[in-house]
């Protein structure tokens, strides 16, 4: 059940994994595993929407304060507004999770009133570039720049603000793309754990649960796209992440 601990990128120093019910930290270079039971119950189960969160690896999610110890991750939805975001912030909003929309502004002419209603709601709208170009194969920078700013540019004309977080396109980006979006004021991330929807065999309910929930700890960021058969198993999904003991964290509360 543990074993796959041992492939787990270790952590910064002083920066608790929590894999259900076991805590491993590492002090002075020394890695210390303790079941939570044994920890005292004072922190546990903090409200969460009084915690702060940082980006850490540009994968991670951590409590900016350390004694955190509540098990949480973060939602990530990709590649619309779509026909289907409506039904996926449902289900979102009937397990009381938050998310962060990564869109392509692309998508907002056959969609429109989507990325206003994903802000109305409470949800973050990230930048994803206007038309998912694969940054890391454009060779012109000012068309990077030009496809972040665009989407940039929408998503605050909707909302009224800027963008907080920015995902590249097929997870591919260069330290330069990543200076880039930096600049633009942007916290740039990855994921750590994914349905891997992008795969035909994620249509079956179980592949897909398993898919997202494989190697799940706390401050996990998860990624699921808009696709007819994630939204299809996303309540599954989520009933499975809440019988785990995770809750989910709101964007809102991630603060660099
Ligand atoms: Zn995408």
Known sequence: MFAYRRTEAPRPNGIPLIIDNEESIIKDNVLIVRDRSEISTDNLNKVDNIDKYKIVDRDSVVPEDIINKTKVVLLTIDDGPSKRTKEIQDILNKHNAKAIF?????????????????????????????????????????TIAKEIKKDSDLIKNITGIPPRFFRAPYGESTPSIRKLVKDNGMIFMDWSGSAKDWEKDTKEKDVFISNAILNLHSGSILLIHEHPWSLANLDGLLTAIEAKGYSYIDPSNIIE
Not at 113 to 142: C, P
């Open 102 to 142: 990564f869109v392509n502004g692309i998508n907002d002419k056959n969609h429109q009133g989507v990325i206003g209603e994903t802000y109305k709601q409470g949800f973050a709208v990230g930048n994803h570039t206007w038309s998912h170009l694969n940054l890391k194969k454009e060779k012109d920078m000012a």
